[in-house]
């Protein structure tokens, strides 16, 4: 038999007021016969109905449905058990299939209701069950979206409370019109675009989509619009040090670009995007210009508050982790903003074949989305699916608060807890089925108002936090009226401990420098005056023996000197000499033409130092600065590598 049965006669179909018509003509004195020929009623129908009718209260015509007829479970506990997973569900803990068909073979053995013998040998209620207990209370399997703890539980009546306040606080004491309550925000585009579907062979198993790359790089655009349904033109900030103006070619037209090295906002990148603002919307102290934003901290700074104090600008912050509800931009904007984005740069991937796309080409796709995104429709909406404007602070319903409950704590100082009374625990859905009651186990408690009637609340309840809150030296960040005088003095304190907190890390940090300069220079001083043996690179300081001036120093004696000998070679700088080993060349009356050598690094203490020949290090110098004449070297040989590098046998 099929799972959805579909009707292919009539019978059984006849209203139940026709047929108590014609039951009532037949108890007149006609027959069976000819009523149900007149009234074109089943005779086998119409008979059966007028003998049941006389033993008891029909309701309905025909059988009764299988489905009804073999239900595990009564009306009232099944509503019941739908109600409770769907509280699940919107406390974002919903269970999955295989639990609930747990759960329902759980709340049948808690109430001594009987079931199919397949529920037990499997351990949980039968797929049919199931498919048709979906059915008949609007329930269905969804992949839910995975949602953070800190999004689900601060979207919550207190601090949305807390928002619409401070709202209601700067709309009735600056009265802004429509056209001057404004929100910003920024969200990033990259130069990889995400694929959407495409037409295909049916039952292949992998479907493919050219993109310009694996990750893409970055670009933030900002943007601003007010509740009238207008935008401000767009700000870009590009991942590069230096900003060049093609950077902006096909943008809206109006915007303005900028670079920082990640290409993420920062505090002096917003002061920038204010004085934009100010120009475009022409604010001022007479004109003022309401501004919600969120708290990220870029957005909070001295230079941004300073300009807004000056430009009439009024800054309201919404709580941390309710952007998704709050801010109109994320509401209704900027879901169609990505969408359109991806269509333009998709376009241009399969217009420019094999071509790689950078981010020249973002300004021309943001363009193309900005126009069809930020629609007066999509950006009114935003305002008024937030309860910004229209003002309504009731915008959002109980349910939307639900996955909140969760972490909502009773005050312990109003509420102390009473003596006695042990906490509650939450019941696990066990795999074994208890045993039933001895007292009620002829009977089935199938009602709700049973006495003993196990709920399915009983044995899952509703999630909730029993750990307390911990207590950390963070500051709590909430909705704020930025330029409120007593908030501005807040944020000045916090700049200014900040500023000699990172004063007194830097002076500590080239204390610890200076420090380990002089005694590296120390220890490099100790290294160089210790045996020839030891691992002193070249160049190295002078030595005491040649630590005399010049007039006092005796000549050294070099008169033998020819070419194809190594010598110490002195050069002095301002402070210092420096001693190399070069291999002469050339020399004329009283100057020499050396190429010279350079330590090769890593060699331990243990072993002779060992030197190589660098290209292009040749110098000229004059015949007094040689100060040694060197024996003639070994190579260390072994490979032709080796065969460059030269050990000197003293």
Same mark, same amino acid.
Request: charged share 25%; glycine share 6%.
């Given at each position: 038999?099929?799972?959805?049965? @579909?009707?292919?006669? *009539?019978?059984?179909?006849? /209203? ?43 309701? *309905? ?6 489905? $009804?007829?073999?239900?595990?479970? $009564? ?41 199919? $013998? ?23 399997? @969804? ?68 993109? %310009? ?118 509401? +209704? ?9 991806? &269509? ?20 021309? +796709?943001?363009?193309?989305?900005? !126009? %069809?995104? !930020?629609? /007066?429709?999509?950006? $009114? ?53 208890? %045993? ?8 089935? &408690? ?91 690179? =070249? ?41 190399? =080993? ?12 050396? &190429? ?52 000197? /046998? +003293?």
């Amino acid at each position: 038999m099929p799972r959805t049965y @579909r009707r292919k006669t *009539s019978w059984g179909s006849t /209203p139940l007021e026709e047929i108590e018509r014609a039951a009532s003509e037949v108890k007149g004195g006609k027959s069976i016969r000819s009523v149900a020929k007149e009234r074109q009623i089943d005779r086998s129908t119409l008979r059966r109905y007028i003998k049941k009718r006389d033993t008891q209260e029909v309701k *309905s015509v025909g059988y009764s449905g299988t489905a $009804s007829a073999k239900r595990v479970f $009564s009306e009232e506990v099944e509503k019941e058990l739908a109600e409770h997973i769907k509280k699940l569900a919107e406390q974002f803990h919903g269970i999955s299939p295989k639990k609930c068909r747990e759960l329902a073979l759980e709340l049948a053995g808690r109430n001594n209701i009987p079931t199919p $013998s397949n529920w037990t040998e499997k351990g949980l209620a039968g797929k049919e069950w199931f498919k048709n207990f979906l059915a008949r209370h609007h329930l269905s399997c @969804r992949m839910p979206e995975a949602t953070s703890l800190g999004r689900a539980t601060a979207f919550n009546k207190t601090t949305v409370g807390e928002f619409f306040d401070n709202l209601a606080k700067v709309i009735d004491r600056y009265k802004f019109p429509p056209n001057m309550i404004f929100n910003v925000d920024e969200t990033g585009v990259t130069t990889v675009q995400t694929p959407k579907q495409v037409v295909a062979e049916k039952g292949k198993k992998q479907v493919g989509s050219i993109t %310009s790359a694996e990750r893409g790089e970055l670009v933030t655009v900002v943007c601003a619009v007010n509740a009238t349904g207008n935008a401000v033109p767009p700000m870009f900030i590009f991942p590069r040090v230096r900003y060049k103006d093609h950077f902006i070619a096909g943008a809206p037209p109006g915007s303005i670009g900028t670079t920082t090295r990640s290409g993420w906002i920062s505090e002096d990148v917003f002061v920038v995007f204010l004085e934009h603002l100010v120009q475009q919307t022409k604010c001022s102290p007479d004109l003022p210009l309401l501004l919600i934003m969120d708290n990220h901290e870029a957005h909070i700074s001295l230079k941004a508050l300073d300009i807004a104090k000056t430009s009439g600008i009024v800054m309201l912050t919404i709580p941390p982790h309710t952007s998704h509800r709050l801010q109109p931009l994320d509401k +209704c904007v900027y879901g169609p903003f990505k969408t359109y984005y991806n &269509r333009a740069l998709d376009g241009w991937m399969r217009s420019n074949p094999g071509k790689t796309a950078s981010i020249y080409q973002i300004a021309g +796709c943001v363009n193309d989305a900005f !126009m %069809s995104a !930020m629609t /007066p429709r999509n950006i $009114s909406s935003g305002f008024r699916a937030t309860g910004i404007f229209p003002y309504n602070r009731d915008i959002f319903s109980d349910a939307e608060f639900e996955p909140s409950m969760v972490s909502d704590r009773p005050n312990l100082e109003q509420q102390p807890a009473a003596e006695g009374v042990a906490p509650v625990v939450s019941a696990s859905l066990s795999a074994e089925l208890p %045993s039933p009651d001895p007292v009620h186990a002829c009977g089935s &408690r199938s009602d709700p108002n049973h006495a003993r009637y196990v709920s399915p609340t009983d044995i899952l309840p509703l999630p909730k936090s029993q750990q307390p809150r911990k207590q950390t030296n963070r500051k709590r960040v909430k909705t704020r009226i930025l330029t409120d005088t007593p908030e501005k003095q807040a944020i000045e304190r916090a700049h200014e401990e900040k500023t000699n907190k990172l004063k007194g890390k830097k002076e500590i940090i080239h204390k610890k420098q200076g420090m380990w300069k002089r005694k590296q220079t120390q220890t490099k001083i100790a290294v160089e005056s210790s045996s020839e043996e030891s691992d002193v690179p =070249i160049p190295f300081e002078d030595t005491s023996e040649y630590e005399s001036s010049s007039d006092e120093r005796s000549e050294p004696d070099v008169s033998d000197l020819v070419v194809g000998d190594f010598v110490i070679v002195r050069f002095a700088s301002k402070s210092r000499s420096h001693h190399y =080993i070069g291999l002469v060349d050339s020399f004329a009356d009283n100057e020499v033409s050396a &190429r010279f050598l350079r330590r090769i690094r890593g060699i331990t203490s243990s072993k002779k130092p060992t030197f190589v020949f660098k290209e292009n290090d040749e110098a000229s110098f004059p015949r007094k600065d040689v100060l040694k004449k060197l024996p003639q070297p070994q190579q260390a040989g072994g490979t032709a590598r080796r065969e460059q590098q030269f050990i000197f /046998p +003293c």
